[in-house]
């Protein structure tokens, strides 16, 4: 189920639960939340949605990156997308 376009993402949120919740007959334990392993909120198929703690979704979105990325990523190997990390700048 794709979302409409100017969907909020507590619309899109819920969206992802929904789908998840009819596919697993479940409904989502309290504390967890839906990730999307890609990072698209729009791909709510069942093989992207993800069911994690709401702990581990707050230090995914604090990096920035999706988990597939996260778990490639390396201090010297480049990154999914190819490119190499970043250099950390520091304050003067």
């Excluded at 789908?19 to 839906?34: H, M, T």
């Excluded at 702990?55 to 990096?63: D, G, L």
């Excluded at 990523?73 to 480049?78: G, H, I, L, R, T």
């Amino acid at each position: 189920m794709a979302s409409k376009k100017g969907e909020t993402k507590s619309t899109e949120a819920r969206h992802a639960v929904e789908a998840w919740e009819k596919a697993w007959g479940k409904q989502l334990p309290k504390g967890y939340v839906i990730h999307h392993k890609d990072g698209n909120p729009e791909n709510n198929s069942i093989s992207n949605l993800q069911m994690i703690s709401r702990a581990k979704s707050n230090k995914i979105h604090k990096k920035g990156k999706t988990l597939k990325q996260q778990k490639y990523a390396s201090k010297n190997e480049p990154n999914i997308a190819g490119k190499e990390k970043p250099q950390r700048r520091f304050r003067k």
